[in-house]
């Protein structure tokens, strides 16, 4: 069978030069072959089509406009700009993703008012000076198939980064993650920004955008209108459905009326704040039939939480379900009168975005995080290529990153928002001449240094002193709530596979086994190991550290009655992953930090959960606090400030996670000439201990380097 499709048809499994008549002995044959469902469509005399998830990749109609499938990009702040104004990447990041194949792309927030404007990362609508961009990005992404939606964005209260515009505010109530209190809008403010709206909607019509979609969502200005949490205003824009949407439903009308019937309204608006007396999934219910009736707007998106303590619901980590939060959109389409409606929420498997659009959860399926990962993930989920999909592990490292005011990263994609991003992987320069290569550690930095140089034409192969690779990564992946961390190795190991790299798992690697290749480069991935607390007593009794503990308790289920200590000079997200382990195998788990707080290191919308699962197994956290001694089943620890003393009792564990050593394994051979002129390249750990990311980005540089 021979294909008569070109490579860069992105609407398809595959278009086949078949008979007609042997569709359904093809159907079986594939299906059973793919291990997936697969749809089998005759449309011409000699040709079918078959599509692996048919919901998802059948076309939509938003207002007046037709999607080519249910796959949305929806609105990610990347801080790609600079100085408000698009960049190249921030360009990039979306024409890639529309290239990779998803049928609606929603940009990044676009400021509508001089008064909304944050750092200088957010791009600005309200003046011309972004217009030539806009309106080239806008042709790029529609040329790729793809609908451009533009995200109008004010954060009324939430406006804390500027030092003299104030934070304008629908009540006086303060912000829930600063407490600053805002200037209360007058119906007159109310009125200048409304038309502001509707002015930068203008602008994007005449740039070729085909809609915009306005930011309701997670206690942002429009947001703050509609929830009776945070609006207890007296006039005509307070009170009832009817006065708390005013607001929003001048914006669209006032849009509908300046661009027409045939651009796209669409609005994102909460499907549950979270908070006691704010929006719930009654009160959204009410709201979406309310502006139903109104004509004006053609898609509604709902996100959860605001910037309350519900904000770990606005971008559900690795410990949520998946899709946990689409039971909300099924019952908002009950309500939105036929009008399509976005799902989003923790969906990263086409199998589950299938579900939501073909047991009507949802028309649309919001994927952020899964495209950030890979910007081809609806090219490839279309084609059935499931294992070539570059896994997002939703542990939330990419938001951290941009909530600390740092450009968008992430773990294993370090193409993000550069031209040709959509089919990097299938773009690798080949090397100029083929070597072979030794790799030492099986880690995550030596499995992609690994892959991206066998890729590239060498021959590789990795030595890894455990049976199983993945190092210290696999073990992270073996704690409670943390199984997804394994899905980076798998997809690492798939490439290696694909690429012929060769495994010599379960030996510690000699000079002499590495030499015994004639490598024309080494690159040595060996890792790190943690450090003995520095200032605990020499003579104390044994302590374990945290990889030791996870890799000799595997497979115990035991529960020891009694108390183990955690002392954490980490702070990342593995470190309280062994917290949850440790509260589950003993009766009581103290936690001790040099620092005045936790969770340092992990982003702040995952530290919410962390905190609420330490507190929930009544785990007890002692900040400021060294690790002095450990004797006898007592635990000695010093105030960092105060210098006094504290003891406690009934100890029976102790456990730390400190800062890292690299490894010097076979620094010694190399430092003695044993590898002779031949390169030797150190990666991630062992080169800087630092984290997963970074491994991964090392070793792909290497990788495209040799």
Not at 462 to 477: E, H, M, T, V, W
Request: proline content about 5%; glycine content about 12%.
């Amino acid at each position: 069978m021979a294909s008569s499709t070109p490579d860069d048809v992105p609407h398809r499994l595959r278009l086949l030069s078949y008979p007609r008549a042997r569709g359904d002995d093809l159907y079986g044959s594939l299906s059973s072959q793919c291990g997936m469902s697969l749809t089998v469509v005759p449309i011409e005399k000699d040709f079918i089509v078959m599509t692996a998830y048919p919901s998802l990749f059948s076309p939509l109609r938003i207002g007046q406009r037709q999607v080519r499938n249910r796959v949305a990009l929806p609105a990610t702040l990347t801080n790609f700009g600079q100085g408000n104004r698009v960049t190249a990447r921030w360009g990039n990041f979306l024409v890639e993703r529309a290239r990779g194949g998803a049928g609606l792309i929603v940009s990044e927030i676009i400021a509508v008012d001089p008064e909304a404007i944050a750092h200088g990362a957010v791009v600005t609508g309200f003046d011309d000076c972004n217009d030539e961009a806009f309106g080239e990005i806008a042709q790029r992404v529609h040329d790729a198939g793809a609908l451009l939606v533009g995200q109008l964005w004010h954060p009324g209260r939430q406006q804390l980064w500027h030092p003299t515009k104030s934070p304008m505010g629908v009540s006086d109530q303060p912000d829930a993650l600063s407490w600053t209190v805002p200037h209360v809008m007058s119906g007159a403010e109310v009125a200048r920004v409304a038309a502001a709206y509707i002015a930068v909607a203008q602008r994007l019509h005449r740039c070729g955008f085909a809609g915009i979609e306005l930011h309701g969502a997670h206690g942002y200005l429009i947001g703050q209108f509609l929830s009776p949490w945070s609006n207890t205003r007296g006039d005509e824009y307070g009170g009832d459905v009817e006065g708390r949407s005013r607001f929003v439903r001048d914006i669209a009308a006032g849009i509908r009326r300046a661009c027409g019937v045939d651009f796209i309204i669409g609005l994102k608006l909460p499907g549950d704040e979270g908070v006691p007396g704010g929006i719930d999934v009654d009160e959204a219910a009410r709201l979406t039939g309310h502006l139903a009736q109104t004509g004006d707007f053609d898609y509604f998106a709902y996100g959860q939480g605001n910037f309350s303590l519900s904000l770990e619901n606005h971008v559900p980590d690795l410990h949520f379900r998946p899709g946990h939060f689409i039971d909300i959109p099924k019952r908002m389409r009950a309500a939105a009168m036929g009008i399509p409606v976005m799902a989003l929420g923790r969906i990263g498997e086409p199998a589950l975005a299938e579900k939501i659009v073909a047991e009507g959860y949802g028309d649309l399926v919001g994927m952020t995080r899964a495209q950030i990962a890979d910007a081809a993930w609806a090219r490839k989920a279309e084609a059935g290529r499931l294992a070539d999909i570059r896994p997002s592990v939703f542990d939330n490292w990419c938001w951290g990153e941009i909530h600390a005011g740092k450009p968008l990263a992430e773990h294993h994609n370090p193409y993000l928002g550069l031209a040709g991003e959509a089919g990097a992987e299938q773009n690798l320069s080949p090397a100029a001449a083929a070597k072979t290569i030794a790799v030492v550690g099986a880690g995550p930095a030596g499995l992609e240094a690994a892959w991206v140089a066998a890729a590239r034409g060498h021959r590789v192969t990795i030595f890894g002193a455990s049976d199983q690779p993945g190092g210290k990564l696999r073990l992270d992946g073996a704690l409670p709530g943390r199984g997804e961390m394994a899905k980076l190795i798998a997809y690492q190991m798939h490439m290696c596979d694909r690429h012929g790299v060769r495994l010599s798992l379960g030996q510690r690697a000699a000079a002499g086994d590495v030499l015994s290749l004639d490598p024309g480069a080494i690159m040595l991935a060996v890792g790190a190991s943690l450090r003995r607390p520095m200032n605990l007593a020499a003579a104390s009794d044994p302590v374990l550290d945290g990889i030791a503990y996870v890799r000799e308790s595997a497979g115990v289920e035991e529960i020891r009655r009694s108390t183990a200590v955690l002392y954490d000079q980490d702070h990342g997200p593995a470190t309280y992953g062994l917290a949850d382990l440790l509260a589950q195998r003993f009766d009581k788990l103290i936690l001790i930090t040099p620092r005045p707080g936790i969770g340092q290191n992990v982003n702040y919308c995952s530290a919410i959960g962390v905190h609420r699962r330490l507190h929930r197994a009544g785990v007890e956290i002692l900040p400021s606090h060294d690790l002095i001694d450990y004797r006898g089943g007592k635990v000695i620890c010093r105030n960092v400030f105060t210098g006094a003393e504290k003891v406690i009792g009934g100890i029976a564990e102790v456990v730390f996670v400190t800062p890292r050593l690299a490894n010097d394994a076979l620094a010694n051979d190399e430092a003695g000439g044993a590898f002779g002129d031949i390169p030797v390249h150190r990666v991630g750990d062992c080169l800087s201990p630092r984290n997963t990311m970074a491994a991964i980005h090392g070793g792909h540089i290497i990788g495209t380097s040799l």
